[in-house]
């Protein structure tokens, strides 16, 4: 029989304390906000879809996006809420013409001011230009549905909670869900993370536009699925990675003739900080 010496006893000892504080490790996952401060994201997407019309034809296109994301803490409020305003520009590919098959590269920017939550939850989008109206109504749901909100509890790893939406349609009443689970703590790109597991449904209507002389209405079911790491000590996203296969339904009226159409879209989303820093300017 192998004898267990002091020195070896006191190293397996040492070993299983550590084993014992790293699973009983939690955190509290809060946003922490400082006016001025500046956070550089790169978002890259791939996307493939196919679009089925009403005469049956079918259309396959895939594509790469790549954009820009800035976000700037403007203010922070008694209530340790902050409004962040949000700048993203990338360049997409725009029909010429409505029944044009040439299509032309086309800078785009948008800039909004989101009123955020120490636990992520967003009360207010606002937009500074566009977009508007139908537009801007689909990026509320969005944040509504799709980011995710922190519990006020510690969480250990293998923790999970759930979100859920109602959703209120024209001629029904739906309820959106999505769970997290955080999966455990890493280092990421010089931080320490949590690990968040998201997996879940998004149900997102597309209203009319009365100001788009192409009237455009529907209904997108999202499924996703991702990984977001969390900088728990400083309070800020450094990556995430989402899985979305979306089952679009859309009505489409435009010089007095209306089409319905089906596209089922699978869009691949990487999303990295690059640079954290302070804005040379912090007012609207």
């Known amino acids: 029989m192998h004898k267990l010496t002091a020195t070896g006893a006191a190293f397996a000892c040492a070993i299983l304390l550590s084993a014992c504080d790293q699973a009983e490790k939690t955190v509290v996952l809060r946003y922490k906000f400082e006016k001025g401060v500046r956070l550089a994201y790169e978002q890259t997407s791939r996307r493939t879809s196919r679009l089925t019309q009403t005469d049956a034809s079918a259309k396959e296109t895939s594509a790469t996006f790549a954009a820009d994301v800035e976000h700037v803490v403007l203010r922070v409020l008694p209530d340790s809420s902050a409004e962040i305003q949000e700048v993203s520009s ?14 032309a590269p086309l800078e785009k920017r948008r800039t909004l001011v989101l009123l955020v939550q120490p636990d992520g939850k967003v009360r207010d989008v606002q937009s500074l230009g566009e977009p508007e109206g139908a537009g801007l109504r689909y990026i509320k749901n969005y944040y509504e549905q799709g ?27 739906m309820e959106a869900s999505m769970t997290y689970r955080l999966r455990g703590l890493a280092r990421e790109a010089g ?32 499924r996703s699925k991702g990984t977001l790491h969390f900088a728990y000590t400083e309070g800020i996203v450094v990556m995430q990675t989402d899985k979305w296969i979306i089952d679009r339904e859309r009505r489409k009226t435009y010089a007095g ?5 089906h596209e089922t879209v699978e869009l691949d989303i990487d999303f990295m900080l690059k640079e954290r820093g302070k804005s040379q300017e912090t007012s609207l």
Request: hydrophobic share 30%.
């Open 257 to 261: 003739k209306t089409e319905q159409y």
């Open 147 to 173: 980011i995710p909100v922190f519990p006020a509890r510690s969480l250990a790893a293998g923790d999970s909670w759930t979100q859920t939406t109602k959703v209120v349609l024209p001629e029904e009443e």
């Open 90 to 103: 990338w360049t997409e590919q725009r029909e010429l013409t409505e029944d044009s098959t040439g299509r």
């Open 191 to 222: 931080y320490d993370c949590a690990v968040i597991e998201c997996d879940g449904e998004m149900i997102i209507p597309l209203e009319p536009d009365t100001k788009d002389s192409v009237e455009r209405s529907g209904l997108d079911r999202i």
